[in-house]
């Protein structure tokens, strides 16, 4: 895909590839030139004519001259500021088509740290990466690499507050109509964490309806609850809570089939 004619005029053939990225990192672009300095010399050609952008330090993308842009969106930005790094949380809820709201934040989980920045009114801030199951790659102009929705929800329900609030996470429960209970058990035993076993299979059961999980999957669940009592959504003003016994889990009330459903 050709973007800019001006890649090819500077004599040099490797730049040419720059072209069909959307991002690029400072040391790709310098791979494309006999030295440093020659590279950035064209850095700071290109970003003068506006034909590059800078996201963060060591890391640029193409602009598009109609709209004065980047090509790249938010989830292209967040899957490239750090090798191997993946959309999480609400940013995946709303990858995925499963967000009430967009958020000006996005999650990005990665196993190596770097520092949060903000670029275009988003701001993208690192999560570690705890499980390596479930993350998909998205193929287009600009690979993105994201939670599948299964991995998404199980993290949402782990971490409320990441999914946006509890309010964002039970409204994208209601949207989802179907889940591959198979990768959630996966996702759940990755995980291993009694108290995730008991708020997943006490929000799985109020959806039963509608998910149609089978028997087996709760009774898989219930060798994950622990003695201790849970509290699920408790600081969310959900009003009057009620004790689940078979999940050994104190919930609202509220938090009934007519919400999910």
Not at 124 to 147: A, L, W
């Amino acid at each position: 895909m050709q973007y800019y004619g001006f890649f090819a005029k500077i004599g040099n053939v490797k730049i040419n590839e720059l072209e069909k990225n959307l991002i690029f990192s400072l040391f790709e672009i310098q791979a494309c030139f006999e030295t440093e300095a020659k590279a950035a010399y064209w850095i700071t050609s290109s970003l003068k004519k506006e034909r590059i952008s800078k996201i963060r330090n060591g890391l640029y993308a193409l602009v598009n001259p109609a709209t004065g842009l980047i090509y790249a969106d938010k989830f292209m930005l967040g899957s490239n500021i750090i090798e191997k790094g993946y959309i999480a949380y609400q940013g995946a809820l709303e990858f995925h088509g499963f967000a009430n709201q967009v958020f000006n934040h996005i999650f990005v989980a990665s196993k190596n740290r770097f520092y949060g920045f903000e670029y275009g009114g988003i701001i993208y801030e690192r999560v570690q990466s705890v499980i390596p199951d479930g993350v998909i790659t998205v193929k287009s102009s600009c690979d993105i690499r994201v939670t599948d929705l299964e991995r998404t929800v199980i993290d949402c329900i782990d971490d409320t507050l990441r999914a946006g609030g509890a309010e964002e996470l039970l409204t994208a429960m209601s949207y989802i109509k179907k889940l591959d209970y198979e990768k959630i058990l996966q996702y759940l035993k990755a995980y291993n964490k009694n108290n995730l076993w008991q708020k997943a299979a006490y929000l799985f059961e109020k959806m039963k309806n509608v998910l149609k999980f089978p028997k087996v999957f709760f009774d898989e669940c219930q060798k994950g609850v622990s003695k201790r009592v849970i509290y699920f959504l408790n600081n969310d003003n959900y009003g009057q809570t009620s004790f689940n016994k078979e999940w050994n889990i104190i919930a609202p009330v509220k938090l009934g089939a007519e919400v999910l459903q």
